[in-house]
């Protein structure tokens, strides 16, 4: 057991808290979209426009904010226009990126929009650059977004959707110094510029204009932020993105495996994962040059873990499984992305189903939650929180390679949340959290953990890793608890 003390001041506040920071995204990879959350109107699973029901309550029950689509790489050689109208008439593609597919197309434009209505989420789409045009942009923009008399309004309305929906944001391509065109960032910039110019703001429609930023650190990237962020302003674009996925071994050619780990590879993940703080404190401090009232904000809108895929399945489709290294992973990422909400105004997890760090696998009719999808449930407490500043001590685990505790606290409505993970599984934490500046009674909690850290959900399992009570003593000046190795815990203060 290893003890650690903690202190909250609810007085100071640090920044807004967007809910954004809590979104996902869903490209047409593998089984992401077609076979996991879209079966199509005919299919016998229970479904609302084709789009599975279990699922859409599962996103509801999150509270998921924002769905980030068509892709990633997929993006940039998608071409809108394919995918509305008559489902049968509707042009065939090859999905290059992701296993050389075939795709019908019937998940297009109103299948998206009408499902992110239907959550109450922000779409976040990923516009063509790679391949397409400015011209092509332009309109999927008039074609979902004016509300008069227009070529593309009234395509829109020919297809049967009479009003326009809403769009905030919007992104300028997708890796295009990698999978987006292998682009030099001189390039890039100047197509971006040249780009967000038509794309434009109809019937009181506003965009949220998002440039494509750097995919990790060292010289090339770091590079990227700079010559980018130099050439572009608050009026072209209000965000630049981050890309960053977590490999336990930092190899692309031999990522690891998801499941069968050793104590070794589980440090070593924690360990990588943190370097998503380092990560944003380098880009932020380029970013602080050009721009340094913080106006143009980062949006991590790829993050998660990525493994080798799953033996015997599709090597395109980066099918995984999901165990409580997972859950653990996703606890201090989101815990990264609350310390920084000062600047991070959006995150996306990849991806929401059955691709990669997925919240949601699904086999046929079933359906599973893994614990990815419960450390989002017990976070969605903090989304349009304040931050507040919270302290704790630097107790070392591991063979001293990683903090002990990861923690973020927040106060909305008078509640304050505070989330917390026990990276190690050596040893168990006992917290004791002295907090000022907040008046609240009682302390209730909740508890993410395992006997094992390899145990995950799976289809013939769905119910090993769930949410449980968990007790912790309220005192004078705070709380205390002792949070058992490798779990996930919320306390919320009332
Ligand atoms: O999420 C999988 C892929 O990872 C995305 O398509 C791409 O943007 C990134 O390289």
Redesign the pocket.
Known sequence: MKSVKMYVNAAEKISHINPEIYGH?S?H?GRCIYNGIYVGEDSSIPNVNGVRKDIIDAFKKIKMPVLRWP?????DEYHWKNGIGDKSKRAKMVNT??GGITEDNSFGTHEFFDLCEELGCEPYLAGNVGSGTVRELSEWIEYITFDGISPMADLRRKNGREKPWKLKYLGIG??NW???GNMRVEHYVDLYRQYQSFCKNYSGNELYKIACGP?GGGDMFYDWTDKLMKNINPSMAKAITL?Q?TLPTNDWNHKGDAVKFDRNEYYDTIDHTLYMDTLIKNHVKIMDRYDPNGEISLIVD?W?L?FDVEEGTNPGF?YQKNTMRDAVVAAVNLNIFNTHSKRVSMANL??AVN??QAIILTEGEKMVLTPTYHVFDMFKGHQNGELVYSYADEVRTGDDRIPLLSKSVSVKDGVMTVTLANCSIDDDAEISCNIEGFDGADAEAVILTADDVHMGNDIDHPDDVVIKPFEVTKTDRGFSAVLPKCSVVTVTLR
Request: glycine share 24%; charged share 10%; net charge negative.
């Open positions: 995204f490209e990879l892709g990633g790489c997929f993006a990126n992701w997708n890796e990698g999978c987006g995919g890309h996925y790829e998660g990525w980066l990849a991806q691709v990669l």
